[in-house]
């Protein structure tokens, strides 16, 4: 079991059909995003982002600068898992399917369409010639790192329509809260509410999923289908853990109860923790009370080692001690005493019985990765970003 990694869905710019650059762009200039980093430091061994286009590579240069992100590949901190395209929903019987565009005759690409489209190792070079100010020999020393550090992974679309989006459509019908939800904004019964024709888009018009809140359910049905991504990504990674929406217990739970468990089985699988008073690093990164110089140091301290190797193997009882350790980490007593506190949540699978439902879910979701090599002890704990919520309006 590879907890000692974490696939970060908060960490990945949703670049969607618009200029991925000033997204990318966006995306860096927002501090939160980079606090969430340096939480994650201090949480895990090895973090691994999301992407389709790699600009989190060219933000994460801008963000640490370049000595710094040299030092995390070679160490093995930080690596990446590209899903090339883009998911999107179409009304009109159409769903959930993962477009690919490609360049024409009429109409050329710009560098960063080139960088959403094009085969990994280009995509990551134009990142670095465009979005950052490394000179060529710096380009040339970082690209084989980012190379060696990178997996992509490809869905053909007549698996996204058998598989992966019957995956996602089964979630919201036999989840009670999600599935009132669409009836209550419909106002329609089950036989008539039809998961491939929602209203709320023009004809021939589609739309990908965002960080922005949940709107419709659209935006719901698109941000299941990203936290079946993320399983699948998960999984394709080695079973590690996820930084998720809030509320995706919600969505294994549906899953489990599909497999044929009981509601007991079920919350003995899924336990629902919260560690309290835990310095807001995030916040105290963002608002410039935190240097990512600070980051490195507490993170390398043994305290701080310590507590990531208890969180790889938590128990309910060791939640106290966790927390102790955690602001043990932080070695800055001065700095600690002026940093608000904060709860992580997270959801962690408890029982020995849980290796025959997960793979249950990574076959219906991911089987194509191939489930012979998952290992039966996978069983990721959920940490929840309360920024990203599926609880509806």
């Not at 710094?68 to 395209?85: C, M, P, T, Y």
């Not at 899924?270 to 410039?288: F, M, Q, S």
């Not at 305290?303 to 800055?332: C, G």
Request: charged residues 25%; proline residues 3%.
């Amino acid at each position: 079991m590879n907890n000692s990694a974490i696939l970060n869905s908060r960490l990945y710019p949703r670049i969607g059909l618009d200029n991925a650059f000033k997204v990318n762009k966006a995306f860096e200039s927002n501090n939160q995003f980079k606090g969430n980093l340096a939480e994650q430091l201090l949480l895990y061994d090895k973090i691994v982002f999301p992407t389709n286009d790699f600009g989190i590579v060219s933000i994460l240069n801008n963000w640490l600068g370049f000595h710094v992100l040299v030092e995390a590949l070679e160490e093995d901190i930080f690596s990446f898992i590209r899903s090339k395209g883009i998911m999107i929903y179409f009304n009109q019987g159409n769903g959930i399917n993962f477009i690919i565009a490609k360049e024409s005759q009429q109409k050329k690409f710009l560098w960063w369409q080139h960088s959403m489209f094009d085969d990994f190792e280009k995509s990551i070079y134009l990142q670095l010639s465009n979005s950052t100010n490394l000179n060529a020999d710096e380009i040339k020393q970082i690209l084989p790192l980012i190379i060696s550090k990178s997996k992509e992974l490809t869905f053909d679309t007549e698996y996204y329509k058998k598989d992966f989006a019957k995956e996602t459509y089964k979630d919201i019908q036999e989840t009670p809260s999600f599935i009132k939800y669409f009836f209550d904004y419909y106002k329609v019964k089950d036989e008539k509410l039809d998961l491939l024709n929602l209203s709320g888009l023009k004809a021939n018009e589609g739309r990908v999923s965002a960080i922005a809140p949940i709107k419709d359910p659209i935006d719901l049905l698109l941000k299941l289908a990203e936290i079946n991504l993320e399983i699948a990504m998960s999984s394709f990674a080695g079973g590690i853990d996820i930084f998720t929406s809030e509320g995706a217990n919600q969505l294994l739970a549906t899953k489990f109860k599909r497999l044929g468990y009981s509601s007991n089985q079920i919350d003995g699988f899924l336990k629902l923790l919260d560690l309290n008073n835990i310095p807001d690093i995030e916040t105290a990164v963002a608002n410039n009370a935190l240097s990512f110089e600070d980051i490195w140091e507490f993170r390398n301290n043994n305290e701080s080692k310590q507590f990531r190797n208890w969180l790889r193997k938590i128990n309910l009882e060791d939640l106290r001690e966790l927390e102790r350790l955690y602001v043990a980490s932080i070695t800055k007593k001065s700095i600690v005493e002026k940093i608000p506190s904060k709860i992580f949540r997270f959801c962690v699978t408890t029982a020995i019985g849980f290796v025959n439902p997960i793979l249950g879910i990574i076959t219906s979701v991911a089987d194509s990765f191939g489930v012979d090599k998952i290992k039966t002890e996978y069983n990721p704990k959920l940490f929840f970003d309360k920024l990203s919520k599926l609880n509806t309006p």
